[in-house]
């Protein structure tokens, strides 16, 4: 299985801020990386997909990079809405896996 | 838009078998990959497997030997069924569509249930 190791948590950050988040697969996975937001209690939400895509309807201060094994996902102006928990996601091969998460704090 | 909604039984007795159904509304029924994720508690996400309309299956070899997925395209859902639970499988069982836009982009879950908790005890 592919291993996804995501930036240590909790991230903390005041309103405003932009804050990085990194993804390393332990293999070669292209641009299969997709990124989700996950608050408490709710279904995950799709942010990025194909490593740098942003999905319809998601605000621009969301961004994603990175190709290969490393992978990056920016809040940027941080909004106290964004807290939740972030995960990427690989789909280069089955089993798909996830990053172990990252919870963003304010 | 394709909305999801998972149903079943909340609580599971140890070594029984686990049935949720997530039933399908809005959007096309075919042409979907459909996929069962779960979330155990403090911890992160897990694929178990995914079913295309069609029926074709790919599971997490994790699960493979006591996971069963099916679809039913005349009622719109699909739904799991994992055998020999025990309570490590206590969890937040999500059911997602997954989507291929381009060859470059990879599988993603583009729409999600709001999730069923499933709590193995006896």
């Known amino acids: 299985d592919i291993q996804m190791t995501q930036s240590l948590s909790p991230l903390s950050a005041s309103v405003g801020d932009s804050i990085t988040i990194n993804c390393r697969a332990s293999?070669?996975?292209?641009?299969?990386v997709s990124w989700y937001q996950h608050r408490p209690g709710k279904a995950p939400k799709l942010l990025i997909y194909g490593a740098s895509i942003l999905q319809s309807g998601v605000p621009s201060r969301f961004s994603g990079g990175g190709s290969g094994t490393d992978f990056t996902l920016i809040i940027s102006d941080l909004q106290p809405e964004d807290v939740a928990t972030y995960y990427c996601?690989?789909?280069?091969?089955?089993?798909?896996?996830f990053g172990g998460g990252t919870r963003v704090e304010i | 838009q394709v909305q999801l909604y998972e149903s079943g039984p909340g609580l599971v007795k140890p070594s029984e078998t686990l049935s949720l159904i997530c039933n399908v509304s809005g959007g096309s029924f075919s042409n979907y990959y459909w996929n069962w994720i779960r979330q155990p508690a403090g911890k992160g996400l897990e694929w178990l497997g995914r079913?295309?309309?069609?029926?074709?299956?790919n599971y997490n070899p994790s699960f493979q030997s006591r996971l069963t997925m099916s679809v039913d395209t005349s009622n719109n859902l699909f739904s799991l069924r994992l055998r020999s639970v025990t309570p490590e499988d206590t969890a937040v069982y999500y059911c997602?569509?997954?989507?291929?836009?381009?060859?470059?982009?990879?599988?993603?879950?583009?729409?999600w249930g709001q999730g069923a908790l499933v709590t193995v005890s006896s």
């Open positions: 996601q690989q789909s280069y091969s089955t089993p798909f896996t």
């Open positions: 293999q070669y996975i292209t641009t299969y």
């Open positions: 079913i295309y309309t069609g029926g074709s299956t």
């Open positions: 997602a569509t997954a989507t291929q836009s381009a060859f470059t982009t990879g599988w993603y879950f583009d729409y």
